[in-house]
């Protein structure tokens, strides 16, 4: 028996550390595993033509944040509780990881944790040491990250590189981290409410914009692989990354020994966003009762702590399990700790069935803030901000109304 299982994937050699985490399965069922990839530029299209169209693949891997607008468009399974409990059950999920499995108004579960993911700020210590700071408190809030930057730069050092000028698809995930420094978020919890004008989340946002005063000319308008690039060769002292670069810092050929010997990691200010990815079972599987049968038993195996210990080990991707952590060995020293805090303190973006459209118009948002920064230097970054938050969140409430 064929089960098609769509993941995502931007180039087909990232499926190869998959492919042998299947074989065990196929091994040891009559199930034989067909991967369709997609890539992440073009994931949430394919997704939605498929779900409009009544087609899809058998099971799918999803964007965690993408479950609540699946599940409206009547393209998914449900999940029953005892499958659920068959996998584990919701408490050996992180809670991060299980509230979005479902949408905000409705108790059904349309997904299952796979993994997580989430954003850090890696520095360099000897540069951070040579301008006098603390790495526990250099980046402790907005405002403390603003004031490293201006003493980096003082000592004759580039703070960072980020991307800037050109769309960046996970943009609204690291600025979310400001945006609830202080206790507010983008949106109200029931998707109702713009919030990011507000006075609490425009002071963390306008910190945050005046980031990009320390983005070199040079630097601006790179992609996030050019500024990890810029990073491991040495020409800056901050870089926000997944978890997952930490590894290819350590062992690229490409990083000086500097970095490798000075390699730090923290928490972003603010309160950092989890997210990650899902699996879901598509409906049309329960036309054939034995199809639907190994569509479950291959959720049961993917959702198990050692398949998700076997897949941390092969793609630094980190498990939706808790049981899991402990019996994870960090390349870096820093790397538990900072996990820890932000297993504790993150959290995702709301559950709305419009999130997706939200998300778009948020990254669109910022990616136009942070280009009037960078293109009017004249004029300061906060006052630039406020003004362009205020007209944009009028805009969001025109459009939540419509």
């Not at 981290?177 to 919890?189: H, K, L, P, T, Y």
Request: glycine share 6%.
């Amino acid at each position: 028996m064929d089960l098609n299982f769509l993941t995502i994937a931007d180039l087909a050699e990232d499926l190869q550390p998959l492919r042998g985490l299947l074989r065990p399965f196929e091994s040891d069922s009559s199930v034989r595993i067909s991967l369709q990839r997609v890539g992440w530029d073009r994931a949430w299209q394919t997704l939605l033509m498929d779900a409009l169209e009544g087609k899809g693949p058998h099971v799918s891997q999803i964007g965690s944040s993408w479950t609540a607008t699946m599940s409206m468009l009547d393209a998914l399974r449900r999940f029953q509780l005892d499958e659920i409990e068959s996998m584990g059950g919701e408490a050996q999920f992180l809670p991060a990881a299980w509230s979005s499995v479902k949408s905000e108004k409705y108790s059904e579960i349309w997904a299952i944790p796979w993994s997580i993911y989430t954003f850090v700020l890696y520095y360099r210590r000897d540069l951070l040491e040579r301008a006098g700071l603390d790495p526990e408190k250099a980046f402790a809030t907005p405002q403390a990250m603003r004031e490293s930057f201006s003493a980096l730069s003082k000592q004759g050092i580039t703070p960072w590189a980020f991307p800037s000028l050109h769309p960046y698809a996970d943009l609204a995930h690291i600025a979310s981290s400001f945006a609830r420094a202080n206790g507010s978020d983008f949106i109200s919890a029931d998707g109702r409410k713009p919030m990011f004008a507000s006075s609490a989340a425009s002071a963390g946002l306008k910190e945050f914009f005046e980031l990009f005063s320390f983005i070199p000319t040079t630097m601006r308008g790179l992609s996030s692989e050019a500024c990890t690039q810029a990073f491991a060769s040495g020409k800056t002292a901050v870089l926000v990354g997944g978890v997952e670069i930490a590894d290819e810092l350590l062992n690229s050929p490409d990083s000086m020994p500097e970095i490798v010997n000075n390699l730090g990691m923290t928490t972003l200010p603010g309160v950092p966003w989890i997210g990650g990815d899902h699996l879901v079972v598509w409906k049309g599987v329960r036309t054939n009762a034995e199809l639907e049968q190994a569509a479950l038993d291959l959720l049961r195996f993917l959702s198990k702590k050692e398949t998700q210990l076997e897949f941390y080990k092969a793609e630094s991707i980190l498990p939706a399990r808790i049981d899991a952590y402990p019996e994870i060995k960090f390349s870096l020293e820093s790397t538990a700790a900072t996990i820890q805090r932000i297993l504790k303190t993150g959290r995702p973006h709301p559950t709305l069935q419009l999130w997706r459209r939200i998300e778009a118009f948020l990254n669109e948002m910022l990616t136009d803030i942070g280009s009037a920064v960078l293109h009017q230097p004249e004029t300061s970054a906060s006052e630039i901000a406020e003004r362009m938050l205020a007209e944009y969140e009028q805009k969001l409430a025109a459009m939540l109304k419509g």
